[in-house]
T-cell receptor, first 108, second 116 residues
Framework: RKEVEQDPGPFNVPEGATVAFNCTYS??????FFWYRQDCRKEPKLLMS???SGNEDGRFTAQLNRASQYISLLIRDSKLSDSATYLC?????????FGTGTSLTVIP | NAGVTQTPKFQVLKTGQSMTLQCAQD?????MYWYRQDPGMGLRLIYY???????DKGEVPNGYNVSRLNKREFSLRLESAAPSQTSVYFC???????????????FGNGTRLTVT
């Protein structure tokens, strides 16, 4: 079983839509959780950390459910510039584990 | 603030050739990592260095060697390149190896390697 699993999509949504991504992880001892954004042929960049209490950064909201071992990312009022691949990253012990990414295209 | 700098950005090798990918960070991070990214497989850890003077194998170390030259620099060497090593390589660093919310990964902008 993979350490981190994500729905690869693609998600194609109109501008202004709300879209949500989920990611599940297998190791209950995982310690910290992150969402990264990766644009085509570029490096991953930290979008936000995911805290147990949930956290929000502008149009982006991240949630962590330790009991069910999943994290989520909600994007409200989607912009064309949100088109990218979103990577779920989980830190377990001495390793960072990556999902394969979820592709989002925001359509005008 | 440069962050994590990788060189070269692109490289084409013939099978059997060798090369070294260079990585340097200016954030005073303790831990550094080399990943490869292949379509549909996500990022896979090749080697990492928890701190200056230490290196350890990751998920896919075969065919690679690394050197943690000092706290800033961590290089990846392909001794005899194979077509299976065609990939995008990312160097990354974090303040500490054992992750906390204060210690996410910061990536370099990648090296696109093709082995023919």
């Amino acid at each position: 079983r993979k350490e981190v699993e994500q729905d690869p999509g693609p998600f194609n949504v109109p501008e202004g839509a709300t879209v949500a991504f989920n990611c599940t992880y297998s190791n209950s001892a995982s310690q910290s959780f992150f969402w990264y954004r990766q644009d085509c042929r570029k490096e991953p960049k930290l979008l936000m950390s995911v805290y147990s209490s949930g956290n929000e950064d502008g149009r982006f909201t991240a949630q962590l459910n330790r009991a069910s071992q999943y994290i989520s990312l909600l994007i409200r009022d989607s912009k064309l510039s949100d088109s990218a691949t979103y990577l779920c990253v989980v830190n377990t012990g001495n390793q960072f584990y990556f999902g394969t990414g979820t592709s989002l295209t925001v359509i005008p | 603030n440069a962050g994590v700098t990788q060189t070269p950005k692109f490289q084409v090798l013939k099978t059997g050739q060798s090369m070294t990918l260079q990585c340097a960070q200016d954030m005073n991070h303790n831990s550094m990592y080399w990943y490869r990214q292949d379509p549909g497989m996500g990022l896979r850890l090749i080697y990492y260095s928890a701190s200056e003077g230490t290196t350890d194998k990751g998920e896919v170390p075969n065919g690679y060697n690394v050197s943690r030259l000092n706290k800033r620099e961590f290089s990846l060497r392909l001794e005899s390149a194979a077509p299976s090593q065609t990939s995008v390589y990312f160097c990354a660093s974090s303040r500490e190896q054992f992750g906390s919310y204060n210690s996410p990964l910061h990536f370099g902008n990648g090296t696109r390697l093709t082995v023919t």
